[in-house]
């Protein structure tokens, strides 16, 4: 298992603006997250198995790399290889343990698994001995002693592994400013959420973007759209976490001035207004309330990828819920 120590430093078309976009698309990756693969008892969110084959396929020509590899090029602010790639699973079924991970790892794809150390403490403690795997921790902080939760899973992820944690997996992707600050002061460098979108050099390190694949979201030409996603960093996005006081959360960001066209979609609703207060600032008006987990994707053109000649899109998301 990887064990990695690092420390973070959080941070009309013209040429200028276009350079950073372009230098931006550098030193961005793509992290993919999945959950339940050919699982009966959620069939709605589970990947079919025939899917879960084709993503791997299409994965062929992309350089996939180990997730801290990727935070280390972040932290030194380095150009990441074309096509930058990671593959995690959040706490992962038994079958997955037996049967979908001991294949990715016989073809040497590097694997990040997110685990609740109170299961499956077998299959984590063998992971635990592979090189290509590196284990983080996931369990549920959205309880009243948030604190004595965390403090219990990190003490038994080390008794199992050896190691202390240092990335984390938001329980079903949802976070709010308590957890982070939790977080911090356990030593964690670097967060995942469930928003879809690209993590790339400067965006917020204790909730990066992943795209998750489901049965419905794990479609082959989605697939290919995520795989070829470029990231849209918009800074002041509002709400900062995605656990929120009300049904109706005001939701915007401030855009690079060369982002142009941009449009939003919002889970289970009709399309959002979109309102531009400032020049860059961007406004998205929700239709109606938000019922349990509710998705927010932006997505604007990016240009055509000279080798295919498909479309490409800047992405970047929002998960929220209302907050019980």
């Given at each position: 298992?990887?064990i990695?120590?690092?420390?973070?430093?959080i941070?009309?078309?013209?040429?200028?603006a276009?350079?950073?976009?372009a230098?931006?698309?550098?030193?961005?990756?793509?992290i993919?997250s999945y959950?339940r693969i050919?699982?009966?008892?959620?069939?709605?969110?589970s990947l079919?198995?025939d899917?879960?084959n084709?993503h791997?396929?299409?994965?062929?020509?992309?350089?996939?790399l180990?997730?801290p590899?990727i935070l280390?090029?972040f932290a030194?602010h380095?150009v990441?290889?074309r096509g930058a790639?990671?593959v995690?699973?959040?706490?992962?079924?038994?079958?997955?343990y037996?049967e979908?991970?001991?294949?990715l790892?016989?073809?040497?794809?590097?694997i990040t698994?997110?685990?609740n150390?109170?299961?499956?403490?077998?299959?984590i403690k063998?992971?635990?001995?592979?090189?290509?795997?590196?284990?983080?921790?996931?369990?549920?902080?959205?309880v009243?002693?948030?604190?004595?939760?965390?403090?219990?899973?990190?003490?038994?992820?080390?008794?199992?592994?050896g190691?202390q944690p240092t990335?984390?997996a938001h329980?079903?992707?949802?976070?709010?400013?308590e957890?982070?600050a939790?977080?911090?002061?356990?030593?964690?460098?670097?967060a995942?959420?469930?928003?879809?979108g690209?993590?790339y050099?400067?965006?917020?390190?204790m909730?990066?973007?992943?795209?998750t694949?489901?049965?419905?979201?794990?479609?082959?030409?989605?697939?290919?759209?995520v795989?070829?996603a470029?990231?849209?960093?918009?800074?002041d996005m509002?709400?900062?976490a995605?656990?929120?006081q009300?049904?109706?959360?005001?939701?915007?960001?401030?855009l690079?001035k060369s982002?142009?066209?941009?449009?939003?979609f919002?889970s289970?609703?009709?399309?959002p207004?979109?309102h531009?207060?400032?020049?860059?600032?961007?406004?998205?008006?929700l239709?109606?309330?938000i019922e349990?987990?509710?998705?927010?994707?932006?997505?604007?053109?990016?240009?055509e990828?000279?080798?295919?000649?498909?479309?490409?899109w800047?992405?970047?998301?929002?998960l929220?819920?209302?907050?019980?």
């Amino acid at each position: 298992m990887r064990i990695f120590v690092f420390i973070f430093l959080i941070c009309g078309l013209s040429a200028p603006a276009l350079a950073d976009l372009a230098n931006t698309d550098r030193k961005a990756a793509i992290i993919l997250s999945y959950q339940r693969i050919d699982d009966p008892l959620e069939p709605m969110e589970s990947l079919s198995r025939d899917q879960f084959n084709a993503h791997t396929e299409m994965l062929a020509g992309k350089n996939i790399l180990p997730l801290p590899q990727i935070l280390e090029f972040f932290a030194a602010h380095k150009v990441l290889p074309r096509g930058a790639v990671a593959v995690t699973f959040d706490l992962p079924a038994p079958h997955i343990y037996q049967e979908i991970l001991p294949d990715l790892l016989a073809r040497k794809i590097p694997i990040t698994v997110f685990v609740n150390p109170a299961n499956h403490k077998r299959h984590i403690k063998r992971l635990g001995k592979n090189d290509l795997v590196t284990l983080g921790l996931s369990v549920n902080l959205n309880v009243a002693d948030k604190q004595q939760a965390l403090h219990r899973a990190i003490a038994e992820f080390r008794k199992i592994t050896g190691h202390q944690p240092t990335l984390f997996a938001h329980y079903a992707g949802l976070y709010d400013e308590e957890i982070i600050a939790l977080l911090h002061k356990n030593g964690f460098i670097a967060a995942f959420g469930q928003q879809s979108g690209v993590a790339y050099d400067g965006a917020n390190m204790m909730a990066l973007p992943r795209f998750t694949m489901t049965g419905n979201t794990g479609g082959e030409e989605r697939f290919s759209m995520v795989i070829n996603a470029r990231p849209l960093p918009a800074n002041d996005m509002h709400p900062g976490a995605s656990l929120v006081q009300t049904d109706l959360p005001a939701v915007g960001m401030t855009l690079p001035k060369s982002v142009q066209n941009i449009d939003c979609f919002v889970s289970g609703q009709d399309k959002p207004a979109l309102h531009f207060p400032a020049p860059q600032r961007l406004e998205i008006r929700l239709a109606a309330p938000i019922e349990g987990r509710t998705r927010i994707n932006c997505i604007a053109p990016a240009g055509e990828d000279p080798q295919s000649g498909e479309m490409r899109w800047r992405w970047a998301g929002f998960l929220l819920q209302r907050a019980d």
